[in-house]
């Protein structure tokens, strides 16, 4: 079978890979999160480890974004280009914004410290692995904020105002620990609005 017979068949399997690979994306919790929030507002997450949430966020909002942009949820001629207006300048405006330690969990303390696969140190991914997968995932290094170190000593109230933090649309809560939990709402309470999306992993943790 020569080149010119393959190249048909590798186009139709690009094509069904493509689509798969959509599919997975339009099943994933970031899309659906996406389009319940809408643009406006910064995408925050707790617990990063080594990128895999965040490319995936990345991704749903962008492919959503692109959807907009090329028609896929249309609108009357006369909104087409006020809304895309709108749409551009929230999409300019939104940060991936990254809080981890990258050095893993910090010593558990309180109820934490009751499970005994808490261990400080576990879950160690460096900063630069994150952002070097982050990268192979298609997630722009500008869009990209982290905010390296533990968090009694990064979510702080100078955090914020360093990070000139107004709106969240979606949050991401996946510290394991339910002191760092703790922290992690505290922050995000003032930042919060009709229409946020909290997504927890830990839900069942300590139930």
Known sequence: ??????????????????????????????????????????????????????????QAFF????????GSYDHTTD?????????????EKKRFIAFDSWEGLPAPVGIDSKFPHFEKGAYTAGIDQFLENCARGGVPREKIVPVKGFYESTLTTETARGLDLSVASVILIDCDLHESTRLALDFVTPYLRDGTVLIFDDWFQFN
């Open 1 to 58: 079978m020569d080149d010119k017979s393959v190249k048909p068949l590798r186009d139709r399997l690009d094509a069904l890979e493509a689509r798969l690979q959509r599919k997975e994306l339009e099943n994933s919790i970031f899309w659906k999160s996406a389009i319940l929030s809408g643009f406006w507002g910064d995408y925050l997450e707790f617990g990063s480890y080594s990128g895999s949430s965040l490319c995936r966020a990345y």
């Open 63 to 70: 492919q959503l974004y692109l959807d907009f942009w090329n």
């Open 79 to 91: 909104q087409r280009d006020r809304m895309l207006g709108w749409l551009q300048k929230a999409w």
